[in-house]
């Protein structure tokens, strides 16, 4: 079956540092690959996607390209700041409709 | 902007009670979700609705649970009988139809006492 792998945490960086959180995965198709935000007490937010190979998902200064060949959809952000503390889970999505799959989360903490 | 709402944000139960969790989705949206996150743990598939029915649901979906719209405009799952490990945050989504994306509630916290 489908699956997502994401880098363990906790990650703790400095304000202003780079950013890069791994995420892999399986899956028979070509799903689509998110990255979902929970920031503390809060629900799930859409932070970007991407739905073909080599389509890049970008927002918030946060960027992850859609690697088919490393079935991998890395999240990165070139600066860091406290209000980006918070879990990041990266999910797939078979096609439309179908339920998301998700990793298994990675918590950041920025520090100032 | 619209929102997939939850109510309560925490609930409270005892052991074996029952408990029905709310959510109004966004309105022209077609497909409802129910995901569940145990504490520390990864977000997990329950079940899917459209047309008024299951469309899909995973091995946790099991029978103390169920799923209704019991009008135009909200979505409940009820758990029979609940369980400890029933203990978690759970979270309501809608989408589209043909959509990839799913949009998220703020979540119930539900503890099982």
């Given at each position: 079956g489908n699956s997502v792998t994401q880098m363990e945490g906790p990650v703790t960086l400095s304000e202003e540092a780079f950013l890069t959180i791994n995420c892999t995965y399986t899956a028979t198709g070509y799903p689509s690959l998110f990255w979902y935000v929970q920031y503390p007490g809060e629900g799930l937010q859409l932070l970007l996607k991407a739905t073909k190979a080599d389509d890049k998902g970008s927002n918030k200064g946060f960027e992850a390209t859609y690697r088919k060949e490393t079935t991998s959809f890395h999240l990165e952000k070139g600066s860091v700041q406290v209000s980006d503390s918070a879990v990041y889970f990266c999910a797939l999505s078979d096609q439309g409709n179908t339920p998301l799959v998700f990793g298994k989360g990675t918590r950041l903490s920025v520090i100032a | 902007e619209p929102e997939v709402t939850q109510t309560p944000s925490h609930q409270v139960t005892q052991m074996g009670q029952e408990v029905i969790l709310r959510c109004v989705p966004?309105?022209?949206?077609l497909y409802f979700y129910w995901y569940r996150q145990i504490l520390g743990q990864k977000v997990e598939f329950l079940v899917s609705f459209y047309n008024n029915e299951i469309s899909e649901k995973s091995?946790?979906?099991?029978?103390?649970f169920s799923v209704e719209r019991p009008d135009g405009s909200n979505f409940t799952l009820k758990i029979r009988s609940t369980k400890l490990e029933d203990s978690a945050m759970y979270f309501c989504a809608s989408s589209v139809e043909g959509g990839t994306e799913a949009f998220f509630g703020q979540g119930t916290r539900l503890t099982v006492v």
């Open positions: - | 966004i309105s022209n949206h091995e946790i979906f099991d029978d103390q």
